[in-house]
């Protein structure tokens, strides 16, 4: 297949969450003929984790994965000529940036490798300030006003683009570590840089941003989102996806070589329209992408064209990933495996209630499910099973204390107390954990100045 003449920039996305396969990333390397590696460590949840890390040592606070994952991929990055570009900084870029650096004189890299390390999207530090200036933090999603929740604030990270990604490489750096980079902006980074794409050429920004979409979420976007999932070949060695794009926004959509999975046109529109909301309006902190004038040409296996992007100026504001100490909860997990599984789940459910109810404990939140009985779609989705045979009682408690919620917990390890049939999928009693509750809002762009630090 010929791809034409135009230069294009490959890129491989080597990681869709912490947690992901950390063999990926080497392989994408090694195997994949790229020019530049992205990799997305951050969810919500993740910066409010990393937060705590930091709390209790201030070497900490970045996806510690990375370092290992740098440890296996840099030899071959470089002798291949591969930059790096990922936002494992998390809450302490400079930390991270620091570790990497030493890693790479580790390797005997030394003056082959440069790290980059982008910092000024954490606002944790200055909450105070811009709220006394008139940022108002309410909840994007409920209206909420923010003094309700502002003394037990956890974490408060702005989502930045792709212009610091661009500045970092432009200043010669080839492995760039931010932290709440936006997902897609990993991509878009080093296609500003390379093909001098102007902060105002929409088009192209958004043909980016389709790009970094594309291979944000790893494996998800080569068959491990695919609906005619029996279909998909090799998801036991599912390969990561891989896009080529050129100077006028095309972008060709493939994977790894060698691999498992599918790359297709149903595969590719399926990861188009995840997580995007309003297709005609796609807010990023570079561009508003219109994702409803994308054309999606199937050229070969494994090969799928898409463009068409069209873009318009990014919104004046930037979205705040915060999160705020809410309490504590525990929950344990009870399997009945006998005939009426449904209804001796039910009788324990109501047997936990009475007990747990009788200490008065100042309690704010119990929930009992039945796991296997619809619990999940909460009977949205017809349930067609007459009878289940197994079913397991999930029941969790929430609190202002830890002491609560641990105190209902010795009372709920009544596992002789009937009905009978029933086997604690919980090894002694349920831990206790601090609930970090979410709080997207949104600040002014001129607020927030993100900073290129060489290492």
Request: aromatic content about 6%; glycine content about 10%.
């Given at each position: 297949?010929?791809?034409?003449?135009?230069?294009?920039?490959?890129?491989?996305?080597?990681?869709?969450?912490?947690?992901?396969?950390?063999?990926?990333?080497?392989r994408?390397?090694?195997d994949?003929?790229?020019?530049?590696?992205?990799?997305?460590?951050?969810?919500?949840?993740t910066?409010?984790?990393?937060?705590?890390?930091?709390q209790?040592?201030?070497?900490?606070?970045?996806?510690?994965?990375?370092?290992?994952?740098?440890?296996?991929?840099?030899?071959?990055?470089?002798?291949?000529?591969?930059?790096?570009?990922?936002?494992?900084?998390?809450?302490?870029?400079?930390?991270c940036?620091?570790?990497?650096?030493?890693?790479?004189?580790?390797l005997g890299?030394?003056?082959?490798?440069?790290?980059?390390?982008?910092?000024?999207?954490?606002?944790?530090?200055?909450?105070?300030?811009l709220?006394?200036?008139?940022?108002?933090?309410?909840?994007?999603e409920?209206?909420?006003?923010?003094?309700?929740?502002?003394?037990?604030?956890?974490?408060?990270?702005?989502?930045?683009?792709?212009?610091?990604?661009r500045?970092?490489?432009?200043?010669?750096?080839?492995v760039?570590?931010?932290?709440?980079i936006?997902?897609?902006?990993?991509t878009?980074?080093?296609?500003?840089?390379?093909?001098?794409?102007?902060?105002?050429?929409?088009?192209?920004?958004?043909?980016?941003?389709?790009?970094?979409?594309?291979?944000?979420?790893?494996?998800?976007?080569?068959?491990?989102?695919?609906?005619?999932?029996?279909?998909?070949?090799?998801?036991?060695?599912?390969?990561?996806p891989?896009?080529?794009?050129?100077?006028?926004?095309?972008?060709?959509?493939?994977?790894?070589?060698?691999?498992?999975g599918?790359?297709?046109?149903?595969?590719?529109?399926?990861?188009?329209?995840?997580?995007?909301?309003?297709?005609?309006?796609?807010?990023?902190?570079?561009?508003?992408?219109?994702?409803?004038?994308?054309?999606?040409?199937?050229?070969?296996?494994?090969?799928?064209?898409?463009?068409?992007?069209?873009g318009?100026?990014?919104p004046?504001?930037?979205?705040?990933s915060?999160?705020?100490?809410?309490?504590?909860?525990?929950?344990?997990?009870?399997?009945?495996?006998?005939?009426?599984?449904?209804?001796?789940?039910?009788r324990?459910?109501?047997?936990?209630?009475?007990?747990?109810?009788?200490?008065?404990?100042?309690?704010?939140?119990?929930?009992?499910?039945?796991?296997?009985?619809g619990?999940?779609?909460?009977?949205?989705?017809?349930?067609?099973?007459?009878?289940?045979c197994e079913v397991?009682?999930?029941?969790?408690?929430k609190?202002?204390?830890?002491?609560?919620?641990?105190?209902?917990?010795?009372?709920?390890?009544?596992i002789?107390?009937?009905p009978?049939?029933k086997?604690?999928?919980?090894?002694?009693?349920?831990?206790?954990?601090?609930?970090?509750s979410y709080?997207?809002?949104?600040?002014?762009?001129e607020?927030?100045?993100?900073?290129v630090?060489?290492?």
């Amino acid at each position: 297949m010929t791809l034409g003449e135009a230069r294009r920039i490959r890129i491989g996305g080597g990681l869709g969450y912490w947690g992901d396969d950390t063999s990926a990333p080497g392989r994408l390397v090694r195997d994949g003929d790229l020019d530049y590696l992205v990799m997305d460590f951050l969810a919500e949840v993740t910066m409010s984790i990393l937060q705590k890390q930091k709390q209790r040592d201030p070497t900490l606070g970045y996806a510690a994965d990375v370092v290992g994952i740098l440890r296996d991929v840099l030899p071959d990055a470089v002798r291949r000529g591969v930059k790096i570009v990922c936002n494992a900084g998390g809450v302490n870029p400079i930390a991270c940036a620091d570790r990497v650096r030493q890693m790479a004189d580790e390797l005997g890299l030394g003056d082959a490798v440069t790290v980059a390390a982008i910092v000024g999207d954490d606002l944790l530090g200055r909450v105070d300030e811009l709220h006394t200036q008139g940022v108002a933090f309410a909840n994007l999603e409920t209206g909420a006003d923010f003094d309700a929740i502002k003394e037990r604030l956890a974490c408060a990270n702005a989502y930045i683009g792709a212009t610091s990604v661009r500045d970092a490489l432009a200043a010669g750096a080839n492995v760039v570590l931010g932290g709440r980079i936006a997902d897609p902006s990993l991509t878009l980074g080093p296609l500003m840089f390379e093909h001098a794409w102007a902060d105002s050429d929409w088009d192209l920004l958004a043909a980016g941003i389709v790009a970094g979409h594309l291979v944000e979420c790893g494996a998800h976007s080569t068959g491990g989102n695919h609906q005619d999932w029996q279909k998909v070949e090799g998801l036991e060695d599912v390969g990561f996806p891989i896009v080529e794009v050129t100077a006028d926004g095309e972008i060709i959509m493939t994977k790894c070589p060698g691999t498992g999975g599918r790359v297709a046109r149903e595969t590719v529109v399926e990861q188009l329209l995840y997580e995007i909301g309003d297709p005609t309006t796609y807010l990023t902190p570079d561009v508003t992408v219109d994702f409803t004038t994308l054309h999606v040409e199937e050229l070969a296996d494994d090969a799928v064209r898409v463009s068409g992007a069209t873009g318009r100026a990014a919104p004046d504001t930037l979205k705040v990933s915060a999160a705020y100490s809410d309490g504590y909860s525990g929950n344990t997990l009870y399997l009945y495996s006998a005939p009426d599984a449904l209804a001796r789940a039910r009788r324990a459910g109501e047997i936990l209630d009475f007990r747990i109810g009788r200490l008065g404990l100042a309690l704010t939140e119990t929930r009992t499910d039945f796991i296997g009985a619809g619990a999940v779609h909460e009977g949205r989705t017809p349930h067609t099973a007459d009878e289940p045979c197994e079913v397991v009682l999930r029941y969790a408690v929430k609190a202002d204390t830890a002491d609560a919620v641990r105190r209902a917990f010795v009372e709920a390890s009544t596992i002789f107390h009937g009905p009978p049939g029933k086997t604690n999928l919980i090894s002694g009693r349920p831990k206790v954990t601090e609930v970090l509750s979410y709080w997207p809002t949104l600040v002014s762009r001129e607020a927030v100045v993100p900073e290129v630090v060489i290492l």
